[in-house]
Structures are given as structure tokens and as C-alpha cells.
């Protein structure tokens, strides 16, 4: 047989994945692992889904998706979060926001193309560049600045390639935000560049400190700008894998292309699903917000306390805490912590480089297993004390 594709041959697998899967062959496991909310998605929701099926809407829509789903779309992003997009030619829905990566990367790279993204990041960014035939460029983060994106950074990594650089804020997996004046400092560089800004914006509605900040809030680069987002995060409907893109209407009529040959339309149910969360499914959401705020206050207070220091994640449902203090690399601890307490964490290099020293957990859980996850973390950090203590030979 001839051999498969090098690039597909070459990409790492899910490093969250790999502990989500480990953790599921044990027994009596907390998993602060995958991303997922814990909540259901609200019944009013999937009832308009099973309303539209029994009454035959269950054939394609138009390539774009529902108008209807399109026009409330745009209303809700005009009114929230003072983005403008014109839903008949600059709003594309998408199998979940993940298509939506795929979609603009392909419509956007000539093969050598450079792409910037960030270290920590999302795990599929750095893939999707890749599979469209672009160079991944890297910008490390760091903790001192509360994982933001600066503009020295921004400045330092555009070249004569750069074709558009890859952000997501809040940030999976940090928590990390940028603020309309942190956003208000680049966009010299971008305008003048003109590259573009492909921001993931799927953890918007899970900002719990301030307002959420966009850089397609800025006029003068609005046609840089593609905003991908979603209804997985928010709405608790990962299942339902909806999301959507806006952008310019000649890249978003070249997204559209690609979207109609691979995909033809988003479900339809799941459509329909979208116009009930859209129309009466935002007070879901804040009770829902609520509830990851109550979370994360408690987890960021016990990390802390038990000496992993933790920076107060301002958006998404994800903290980030520091473990280089115990000699371990994050996969070690991970792997130890899930072998001798039953507690399945990420380790920070499954985002990164520069993820070495931290883990990531994921409080899209109740607060029982928060509350028992903490105790064994807490467990484990006094069995590797001990252990020092009688072979000092071990301290890192």
C-alpha cells in the first residue's frame, strides 16, 4: 500500500485525551480532565430540536445554516458585545467551533504560510496550521503576566510571512482574558501589518470578572478580524456540535466554499436546537456561570492554600495551577496523582512547552468532587513531603 499523509503521520496526539482515557479504565476516579460542562443541556432546548423533527424539518438548510439562526446570531453579538456582522454574507454556521478553526485556516494559508499561535494553548491549533500547510510560529506566555498576549510579543513574531495569528481569550487553558485597553495596544500592529486575527471566542459568555473584550470591537481592523464561537461552552451543548464564524464577506464566501463540499449544512436539529438557546436560553447560561464562579473560588482558594500557586482564572471553567514547586515534571505528577489518589488531571505540556511545571483542571464538576479532589491532591503533595523528607537525595 502506498504511504499515508506525513503531515497526518506527524501530528501528536490529544495529550488530553490520553489522561481522560487512562482515568476511565479506573475505578473510583475524580476527573478534573476534559472540558465538557457537567450540566445538561436545558430541556426547553432539546425540546425545540425534537418539535422540529416531529414536524419534518429535518432536510438540509442552506450551506450558510437557518437565516433565522444567522439574523439572531448577529443581534445578539451586536447587542452584547458590540461586534457587527451581516448575516446574510458574514455569518457561517459550523459543525461546532472546531470546523470553524479548520474552515478559516484553510481558507486562509498558501502552503509556507506562518501562523502564530500561542504557548500554553488550545491543543488543536497548532494541527489545524499544520494540516492547512502553514508554519506554526510560537509565542510563549507567561505567568508573571497573567498568560496575556503583549504587543512586544505580537510585534516580534509578525514577519513577511505571517498570514494571521491564532488567539483564543478567555483561555483554555489558562483562564486568562484580555481587556478592551489590552486588545487596544496591538491593533496598530495588526492594522499595520495586515495580518489576520482568527479569535476563538467559544468561553465569551463564561467572562466572570469585567466585561469580555474583542478585538473585533475595533473599527479600523474589523475586516482582519474572524470571530469564531459556539454554543458547546455556554449553552452546555457539546454534543450538539454547532458553532460559527464571522468574518469579511470574501473570506467568509471562501470558508462558505469549503463548508459546502465537506459538510453541505450544520445539523438541522441542532439548528433549531440554537434558535431556542438564542431566543430564551441566556438565563440558563448565568445560572450556569454562577455556578462555575462558586467553583472556581473554592478550588483557586484550596490550591493555594495547600502551596500550589494559582492565578485567579477570570474566564472559562479551567485552572492552571503551578506544581513546579514539588521536583516533578507535569507528566509525572499527573501520572502519579492519578495512579496513588484517583485524580486525573492534564499536565501543562499537553498545551505547550511552556506549559512544563503547571496542570490543568477543569471545575465543569460539582463541588463534592471538587471538595474530595482537593483533599487527595492534598494527600498526595503531604506523600511527596514525606517522601523528601526520608530521601533528601530526591529534592529537585
Same mark, same amino acid.
Given at each position: 500500500?502506498?504511504?499515508?499523509?506525513?503531515?497526518?503521520?506527524?501530528?501528536?496526539?490529544?495529550?488530553?485525551?490520553?489522561?481522560?482515557?487512562? @482515568?476511565?479504565?479506573?475505578?473510583?476516579?475524580?476527573?478534573?480532565?476534559?472540558?465538557?460542562?457537567?450540566?445538561?443541556?436545558?430541556?426547553?432546548?432539546?425540546?425545540?430540536?425534537?418539535?422540529?423533527?416531529?414536524?419534518?424539518?429535518?432536510?438540509?438548510?442552506?450551506?450558510?445554516?437557518?437565516?433565522?439562526?444567522?439574523?439572531?446570531? @448577529?443581534?445578539?453579538?451586536?447587542?452584547?458585545?458590540?461586534?457587527?456582522?451581516?448575516?446574510?454574507?458574514?455569518?457561517?454556521?459550523?459543525?461546532?467551533?472546531?470546523?470553524?478553526?479548520?474552515?478559516?485556516?484553510?481558507?486562509?494559508?498558501?502552503?509556507?504560510?506562518?501562523?502564530?499561535?500561542?504557548?500554553?494553548?488550545?491543543?488543536?491549533?497548532?494541527?489545524?496550521?499544520?494540516?492547512?500547510?502553514?508554519?506554526?510560529?510560537?509565542?510563549?506566555?507567561?505567568?508573571?503576566?497573567?498568560?496575556?498576549?503583549?504587543?512586544?510579543?505580537?510585534?516580534?513574531?509578525?514577519?513577511?510571512?505571517?498570514?494571521?495569528?491564532?488567539?483564543?481569550?478567555?483561555?483554555?487553558?489558562?483562564?486568562?482574558?484580555?481587556?478592551?485597553?489590552?486588545?487596544?495596544?496591538?491593533?496598530?500592529?495588526?492594522?499595520?501589518?495586515?495580518?489576520?486575527?482568527?479569535?476563538?471566542?467559544?468561553? @465569551?459568555?463564561?467572562?466572570?470578572?469585567?466585561?469580555?473584550?474583542?478585538?473585533?470591537?475595533?473599527?479600523?481592523?474589523?475586516?482582519?478580524?474572524?470571530?469564531?464561537?459556539?454554543?458547546?461552552?455556554?449553552?452546555?451543548?457539546?454534543?450538539?456540535?454547532?458553532?460559527?464564524?464571522?468574518?469579511?464577506?470574501?473570506?467568509?464566501?471562501?470558508?462558505?466554499?469549503?463548508?459546502?463540499?465537506?459538510?453541505?449544512?450544520?445539523?438541522?436539529?441542532?439548528?433549531?436546537?440554537?434558535?431556542?438557546?438564542?431566543?430564551?436560553?441566556?438565563?440558563?447560561?448565568?445560572?450556569?456561570?454562577?455556578?462555575?464562579?462558586?467553583?472556581?473560588?473554592?478550588?483557586?482558594?484550596?490550591?493555594?492554600?495547600?502551596?500550589?500557586?494559582?492565578?485567579?482564572?477570570?474566564?472559562?471553567?479551567?485552572?492552571?495551577?503551578?506544581?513546579?514547586?514539588?521536583?516533578?515534571?507535569?507528566?509525572?505528577?499527573?501520572?502519579?496523582?492519578?495512579?496513588?489518589?484517583?485524580?486525573?488531571?492534564?499536565?501543562?505540556?499537553?498545551?505547550?512547552?511552556?506549559?512544563?511545571?503547571?496542570?490543568?483542571?477543569?471545575?465543569?464538576?460539582?463541588?463534592?468532587?471538587?471538595?474530595?479532589?482537593?483533599?487527595?491532591?492534598?494527600?498526595?503533595?503531604?506523600?511527596?513531603?514525606?517522601?523528601?523528607?526520608?530521601?533528601?537525595?530526591?529534592?529537585?
Amino acid at each position: 500500500m502506498k504511504p499515508l499523509s506525513k503531515t497526518i503521520e506527524n501530528l501528536k496526539p490529544s495529550g488530553i485525551r490520553k489522561f481522560f482515557d487512562l @482515568a476511565s479504565t479506573m475505578d473510583n476516579v475524580i476527573s478534573f480532565g476534559v472540558g465538557e460542562p457537567d450540566f445538561d443541556t436545558p430541556w426547553h432546548i432539546c425540546e425545540n430540536a425534537v418539535y422540529s423533527m416531529s414536524e419534518g424539518k429535518t432536510h438540509y438548510t442552506a450551506n450558510r445554516g437557518l437565516l433565522e439562526l444567522r439574523k439572531l446570531i @448577529a443581534e445578539f453579538h451586536r447587542i452584547r458585545y458590540d461586534q457587527h456582522y451581516n448575516p446574510e454574507n458574514e455569518i457561517l454556521v459550523t459543525v461546532g467551533g472546531s470546523e470553524a478553526i479548520d474552515l478559516a485556516m484553510r481558507a486562509m494559508i498558501n502552503p509556507g504560510d506562518e501562523v502564530i499561535t500561542m504557548d500554553p494553548n488550545y491543543v488543536a491549533y497548532t494541527p489545524a496550521i499544520e494540516m492547512a500547510g502553514g508554519i506554526p510560529v510560537i509565542i510563549p506566555l507567561e505567568e508573571k503576566s497573567e498568560f496575556k498576549l503583549t504587543p512586544e510579543a505580537l510585534k516580534n513574531a509578525i514577519t513577511d510571512k505571517t498570514k494571521a495569528i491564532l488567539i483564543n481569550f478567555p483561555s483554555n487553558p489558562t483562564g486568562g482574558v484580555m481587556t478592551y485597553e489590552d486588545y487596544e495596544k496591538l491593533v496598530p500592529i495588526i492594522e499595520e501589518s495586515g495580518i489576520y486575527v482568527v479569535s476563538d471566542e467559544i468561553y @465569551a459568555e463564561l467572562t466572570f470578572d469585567g466585561e469580555f473584550a474583542s478585538l473585533a470591537q475595533f473599527p479600523s481592523i474589523r475586516d482582519q478580524i474572524v470571530v469564531i464561537n459556539g454554543f458547546s461552552k455556554a449553552f452546555a451543548m457539546t454534543g450538539w456540535r454547532l458553532g460559527y464564524v464571522m468574518s469579511n464577506p470574501n473570506l467568509s464566501a471562501a470558508m462558505t466554499k469549503i463548508h459546502q463540499y465537506i459538510i453541505m449544512s450544520a445539523p438541522t436539529p441542532a439548528q433549531y436546537a440554537a434558535l431556542e438557546a438564542m431566543t430564551d436560553g441566556l438565563s440558563d447560561v448565568s445560572h450556569m456561570r454562577n455556578e462555575y464562579m462558586n467553583r472556581r473560588n473554592l478550588l483557586v482558594s484550596r490550591l493555594n492554600r495547600m502551596g500550589l500557586k494559582t492565578n485567579m482564572p477570570h474566564g472559562t471553567f479551567y485552572v492552571f495551577p503551578n506544581i513546579s514547586q514539588t521536583g516533578l515534571t507535569s507528566e509525572e505528577f499527573c501520572n502519579r496523582l492519578v495512579e496513588e489518589q484517583r485524580v486525573a488531571c492534564v499536565p501543562g505540556t499537553a498545551f505547550g512547552e511552556k506549559g512544563e511545571g503547571f496542570m490543568r483542571m477543569s471545575y465543569a464538576c460539582s463541588m463534592d468532587n471538587i471538595i474530595e479532589g482537593c483533599d487527595r491532591i492534598e494527600a498526595f503533595l503531604a506523600s511527596l513531603e514525606q517522601k523528601q523528607e526520608e530521601n533528601p537525595s530526591n529534592r529537585s
